[in-house]
């Protein structure tokens, strides 16, 4: 069974950091690429971004190229997202995705961790 | 403002069949998959559909896909209380180098 599990959320004070993990089972993780979306309170799915299972290539949304680096640890099964420059904007619910074609064809999500952003 | 335009709500009764669209351009939906996703209040999105029209084991029939062109259709037949959800499609834009969703549907079964 697939499990991802988010951790790392919590309340930051903008321009400040935070790195989540995802600590991923249930499948050979470095054979996958994986992805993080955020939604918002109230709001929708927003795309953040993805990474191959080489971390050869990795992808960012517009909104947080260059403030966030996804990366991973094959050897840990565990995804990651370092935040910086956080602002009040980047308040959301991160998930934790599979993403078998590197494509936004998602077909797991952990069940997120929260980020607040917020003086 | 999402890339993908979908209606903000849809409703119909129980037993009905209700169809959610998805539309986008050929950046996104045009050369790329769609995938169908259901968000059951307070918990994670789920995978419906994806590659268009294919079905995860588990998801029953009632759930279909299509697309044609620049948009993407979610087919529910034989509504149930349960099926009250939002509903997001989603893709790659090949312009963004990046993913995309649609803004998200909200069912409500009368």
Redesign the interface.
């Known amino acids: 069974e697939v499990q991802l599990l988010e951790s790392g959320g919590g309340l930051v004070q903008p321009g400040g950091s935070l790195r989540l993990s995802c600590a991923a089972s249930g499948f050979t993780f470095s054979s996958y690429s994986m992805?993080w979306?955020r939604q918002a309170p109230g709001k929708?799915?927003?795309?953040v971004s993805?990474i191959s299972g080489s971390a050869r290539s990795t992808?960012?949304?517009?909104s947080v190229k260059g403030r966030f680096t996804i990366s991973r640890d094959n050897s840990k099964n565990t995804l990651y997202l370092q935040m910086n420059s956080l602002r009040a904007e980047d308040t959301a619910l991160y998930?934790c995705a599979k993403d078998p074609?590197l494509?936004?064809?998602?077909?797991?999500?952990?069940?997120?961790t929260l980020v607040t952003v917020s003086s | 403002q999402?890339v993908l335009t979908q209606p903000p709500s849809v409703s119909a009764a129980p037993g009905q069949k209700v169809t959610i669209s998805c539309s986008g351009s050929n950046s996104n939906i045009g050369n790329?998959?769609v995938?169908w996703?259901r968000?059951l209040p307070g918990t994670?999105?789920?995978?419906l559909i994806?590659?268009d029209n294919k079905r995860?084991s588990g998801i029953p029939d009632r759930f279909s896909g299509s697309k044609s062109g620049t948009s993407a259709t979610l087919g529910i037949t034989g509504l149930q209380t349960g099926d009250e959800a939002?509903y997001?499609c989603?893709?790659?834009d090949n312009s963004?180098?990046?993913?995309?969703?649609?803004?998200?549907t909200k069912l409500t079964v009368l």
């Open positions: 992805s979306v929708g799915l927003e795309w993805a992808y960012y949304a517009d998930y074609k494509r936004c064809s998602i077909d797991y999500w952990g069940q997120g | 999402s790329n998959y995938s996703y968000q994670a999105p789920k995978l994806y590659e995860p939002d997001y989603g893709t790659w963004l180098s990046g993913g995309v969703f649609g803004g998200g």
